[in-house]
């Protein structure tokens, strides 16, 4: 059964898109307000994460190791707005070396990416992010 639903898609919408412009402001609490308190989360080729405070260690490390924009996003709903799927081109700057990864030293990288979401009651409850590592490594290894 559907219950407004096009009212309901156009909420995921506009919390994932919130959550997005809270990401290209360095807004790391805003993030974390538009997520459920057990939020899991799938690392890109990584493994899942659960909750709040394991996402704000993540923040921590991705703030630390990179400098990101989203640009060109793109997001869609389910007429019930439960999923979501975004996609975007992540415009970077690899700052500090991050575990197993190349050394970094101020390289510069644009790479499509994208993710999907679960939401309920007006929270995202879970995050997969995607995106293809192998040429995010070729950039910043060049």
Request: aromatic share 10%.
């Amino acid at each position: 059964m559907i219950v407004d639903g096009n009212r309901a898609a156009d909420r995921a919408i506009e919390l994932v898109l919130a959550y997005y412009s809270a990401f290209n402001r360095g807004d790391w609490e805003g993030m974390l307000a538009r997520l459920d308190p057990d939020v899991a989360h799938d690392i890109n080729q990584g493994a899942r994460e659960n909750g709040k405070v394991a996402f704000a260690a993540f923040l921590a490390r991705m703030n630390r190791c990179y400098r990101e924009q989203l640009r060109d996003i793109v997001v869609m709903a389910n007429q019930e707005g439960t999923r979501v799927a975004a996609e975007y081109v992540v415009h970077g700057e690899y700052l500090a070396n991050d575990t197993g990864l190349p050394p970094a030293h101020g390289q510069k990288y644009v790479l499509p990416g994208g993710a999907f979401f679960d939401v309920e009651d007006g929270a995202i409850t879970r995050i997969t992010n995607y995106y293809n590592l192998e040429d995010w490594i070729a950039q910043v290894s060049a």
